[in-house]
């Protein structure tokens, strides 16, 4: 049984003449009339009765016809379906976040102009940290992350600039150097610095130091914090200050601040990243939807208390 069979059946059924059937899927009666015999001889008994001026559907007929439509209703869906996914319409993506970038406005604006675009494309987002992300793309159990720039890109993985977002201080608001609009890296030599491990986030660590040794000294590194968002609460408990990219100031806490840096700004850029292999439709619809003028990140000139 092949699907024109259905087809040819379904349009005699429905037209309850040979002829007008034959017309309506384009080939000549007597092929017709073979190919709904074939079928019948595969089901066991007649689908039609043959009447002096058209034709009837037998016991047999009348059971098969909404068979025969869910049939071809079914394959219809499933076309249409492989379609949507081979154009990157429907599917599925898993979407990595590292570092706290969903907190930076470009993201989730990007996110919500996708799905409002590809609604049939479910992203599933997983949140991580740079380090285990690129290695969650190398073994394909994510299809993109949002990461902090790595310095160090793993063969086979592209990265797409997404902003480069300007970094903070975070201080508690017992510092001398609350009282200031602006903070210079210099003024922080004695303090100890809140890091993230440099094996979860090598961008974000490797970016802290560099910025104090441009300063004029190597900071004194206290307490590490387990993830981006834990950096604040302990600012707020005194176990030291720090640098963060700057949307990381929607986190308020009592008794922390954040303030612009006073000098050159180190920066904290997103990208996004993929592998250059994946073959998926949707991600490349997804990695296409990125501005060419992406907008920075907020303004970081004033403090935030």
């Known amino acids: 049984m092949e699907l024109r069979h259905l087809q040819y059946f379904i349009a005699v059924a429905e037209e309850r003449h040979f002829t007008r059937a034959a017309a309506r899927v384009g080939i000549q009666q007597p ?65 990595g976040f590292a570092g706290a970038t969903y907190f930076e406005p470009r993201v989730p604006a990007w996110i919500r102009d996708y799905r409002a675009q590809y609604p049939d494309v479910h992203l599933h987002p997983q949140q991580s940290n740079t380090a285990s992300l690129l290695a969650a793309l190398m073994d394909e159990s994510v299809d993109a992350a949002f990461v902090r720039t790595p310095e160090d890109v793993p063969p086979g993985i592209e990265t797409l600039p997404v902003v480069d977002e300007p970094m903070v201080l975070a201080l508690p608001l017992s510092h001398p150097m609350c ?31 560099a910025a104090c040794e441009a300063a004029g000294f190597r900071p004194k590194l206290g307490q590490e914090a387990p993830q981006i968002t834990s950096i604040v609460p302990m600012v707020a408990a005194g176990f030291g200050v720090s640098l963060v990219p700057a949307s990381v100031r929607q986190i308020r806490t009592p008794g922390m601040g954040f303030w612009p840096v006073d000098g050159d700004v180190p920066s904290a850029p997103i990208s996004l990243a993929y592998r250059s292999d994946h073959g998926s439709a949707a991600l490349a619809n997804f990695i296409a939807m990125l501005p060419a003028d992406s907008p920075e990140s907020s303004d970081s000139a004033s403090p935030v208390v």
Request: no cysteine.
């Open 31 to 95: 092929p017709l009339s073979l190919q709904i015999r074939q079928l019948e001889a595969e089901l066991g008994g007649p689908l039609f009765v043959r009447l002096p001026r058209d034709v009837a559907l037998t016991e047999l007929g009348e059971a098969f016809l909404p068979e025969a439509r869910h049939i071809l209703e079914r394959v219809a869906r499933v076309k249409r379906r492989m379609q949507q996914i081979s154009r990157g319409e429907a599917g599925h993506l898993r979407i």
């Open 179 to 209: 009282a200031r609009k602006r903070v210079p890296l210099a003024a922080l030599a004695q303090d100890e610095f809140i890091v993230l491990p440099r094996e979860i986030s090598p961008s974000l660590y490797d970016r802290t130091i």
